[in-house]
């Protein structure tokens, strides 16, 4: 038996998921550990989403009613649910998205975060009040619950995408359709089993809040098409983003996208190299390179760019890849083939256009023959090509270097991506510039920290390809509501806005 199946068994129990809910279907589900098949997990057909987003609807219908601060409760509820499952739960995330132990858990602990920031929401759901230009009148905002919010992830970040999401538009009124990715759903079961519990504790909640449809592009569409669906939230590649965004609008549904990245890091002269290295080092091998937020291009000044490659590069040496469940080891696998394909395609092409690879071969195939493990790769560049300007799933890190930092940052912007940026500077004038209006076109603009693990706290997603959402802190809320402007007259009058006359 496989590594990964030895341990499947107990954790699914453990978060309450019974054998039946994971085998007899058609969905084979492989660890990218080694390969292995860990599961047959059963499939809805479009007719079946039809009918779970119309339960859906109904839950929504009744959910809204129940005030902001009781729907909180129950987020309060799924939060202690994830505190006692985070083990299990972080361990399911490595067995299922190859991701090291460490970050499995960080990814739950996110879950547990947006939860917290939730619960305060759910007594904060403020709006304006705003001045009316009419004697005797009073104008206001009121947020009022949205509808059934769809929520579609991808494997990367398989459990948090959909906590950001489901924890916001609980308490804000909303009932959540989930499609997780198909390389998933292992993880996305037991999140739903998780919330059941936390739902059963509540008491009274409506049945049908939040559920989960497994499936391919079919069910997707299913989702996406339905009007009955007010928001759909998809969090993947530009190219998934580029067919629900038009499908959704196209009967004026909402979505927020949250899609590719192409994040780059600019290193100066007074940057303190110690702290670029490992910043660096982290956002760019961290989850195997496979971060929406993942540090895909460094920009070094000349006078750096030697000394932060080659002590890049020792660093690169030293990192312990395989296993992500062993403790120690920092890179664990790709998600599987095609990702290893492309990558390699990635690098050939870069050859081509005159780069220098470091890395990035496939290493472990006697252990793991049927996984794929990597070397991450550093590739200097000598240009921003158009395969930099490609957003590559994996461990790529191209390098490219500058003179002048006006034109560091027209690099950093001048890729069709626009989701994270950072700088290492130790330069007012430097870091002030990169954040200011003539710096980074990134939704995320970081000074002295890498680009990716960001808190919950902050409004995350980006720019240009990247679709333009935000979504987990700040008032990411307010995508999962719908505002109404109300004007009250307490006068005897009745004048109108603008001065306008009409007096019979
Ligand atoms: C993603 O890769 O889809 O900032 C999300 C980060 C994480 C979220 C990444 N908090 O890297």
Same mark, same amino acid.
């Given at each position: 038996m496989s590594l990964a199946n030895a341990l499947l068994p107990q954790l699914m129990q453990n978060l309450g998921l019974a054998a039946s809910a994971y085998a007899g279907g058609t969905l084979a589900v492989h660890s990218p550990i080694d390969g292995s098949q860990l599961a047959l997990v059963p499939t809805h057909s479009p007719q079946q989403v039809t009918a779970i987003i119309g339960k859906a609807h109904e839950s929504f219908l009744s959910w809204r009613q129940t005030p902001a601060p009781r729907r909180g409760e129950l987020i309060r509820l799924l939060g202690e +649910?994830?505190?006692?499952?985070?083990?299990?739960? &972080?361990?399911?995330?490595?067995? +299922?998205? &190859?991701?090291? @132990?460490? /970050?499995? $858990?960080? /990814?739950?602990? /996110?879950?547990? #975060?947006?939860? #917290?920031?939730? =619960?305060?929401?759910?007594?904060?759901?403020?709006?304006?009040?705003?001045?009316?230009?009419?004697?005797? !009148?009073?104008m206001m905002e009121t947020w009022h619950p949205l509808g059934v919010v769809g929520v579609i992830s991808a494997f990367n970040f398989p459990v948090a995408v959909w906590s950001w999401n489901t924890a916001l538009a609980i308490v804000c009124g909303d009932s959540v359709v989930w499609k997780p990715s198909e390389k998933t759903p292992l993880t996305a079961l037991a999140c739903q089993a998780l919330f059941e519990r936390a739902a059963k504790r509540f008491g009274d909640a409506p049945q049908a809040l939040s559920q989960v449809i497994i499936g391919a592009r079919d069910v997707g569409e299913a989702l996406v098409n339905d009007t009955r669906v007010a928001l759909v939230s998809a969090t993947g590649s530009t190219r998934m983003g580029r067919e629900v965004g038009p499908n959704v609008a196209k009967r004026f549904g909402r979505s927020l996208l949250e899609l590719g990245g192409n994040n780059a890091v600019i290193v100066t002269p007074s940057a303190d190299l110690d702290l670029a290295v490992r910043g660096i080092l982290f956002a760019a091998?961290?989850?195997? &390179?496979?971060?929406?937020?993942?540090?895909?291009?460094?920009?070094? !000044? !000349?006078?750096?760019? +030697?000394?932060?490659? *080659?002590?890049?590069?020792?660093?690169?040496?030293?990192?312990?890849?395989?296993?992500?469940?062993?403790?120690?080891? @920092?890179?664990?696998? $790709?998600?599987?083939?095609?990702?290893? *394909?492309?990558?390699?395609?990635?690098?050939?092409?870069?050859?081509?256009?005159?780069?220098? =690879?470091?890395?990035? *071969?496939?290493?472990l195939q006697d252990q793991f023959p049927l996984a794929y493990y990597v070397k991450p790769a550093i590739v200097e560049m000598p240009s921003q090509t158009a395969i930099v300007c490609h957003e590559t799933f994996a461990p790529i890190l191209y390098v490219m270097g500058y003179a002048d930092f006006k034109d560091a940052i027209a690099m950093q912007n001048d890729v069709p991506q626009g989701l994270s940026s950072a700088v290492f500077s130790n330069d007012l004038r430097e870091a002030e510039t990169f954040l200011s209006v003539s710096g980074s076109d990134c939704g995320i603009a970081n000074v002295n920290i890498g680009t990716s693990g960001a808190e919950i706290g902050g409004a995350f997603g980006g720019e240009k390809e990247t679709g333009g959402g935000r979504e987990s802190g700040s008032d990411a809320w307010r995508n999962y509501m719908r505002r109404a402007t109300n004007t009250v007259n307490y006068s005897k009058e009745l004048p109108l806005a603008q001065g306008v006359r009409f007096d019979v």
């Open positions: +649910e994830l505190r006692a499952s985070k083990t299990d739960l &972080g361990k399911l995330v490595s067995l +299922e998205a &190859g991701k090291i @132990l460490s /970050e499995g $858990l960080g /990814e739950v602990q /996110e879950m547990i #975060d947006i939860c #917290d920031f939730a =619960v305060g929401l759910s007594r904060q759901l403020y709006g304006l009040t705003i001045a009316s230009e009419r004697p005797g !009148h009073r091998v961290g989850t195997a &390179g496979q971060r929406c937020t993942t540090t895909r291009r460094i920009i070094a !000044h !000349h006078s750096v760019r +030697e000394t932060l490659i *080659e002590r890049l590069k020792k660093a690169y040496l030293a990192l312990p890849i395989g296993n992500p469940t062993a403790p120690g080891t @920092l890179v664990g696998p $790709l998600i599987d083939q095609a990702s290893f *394909e492309a990558m390699q395609q990635a690098l050939s092409q870069a050859r081509q256009d005159g780069a220098s =690879v470091f890395g990035g *071969e496939r290493v």
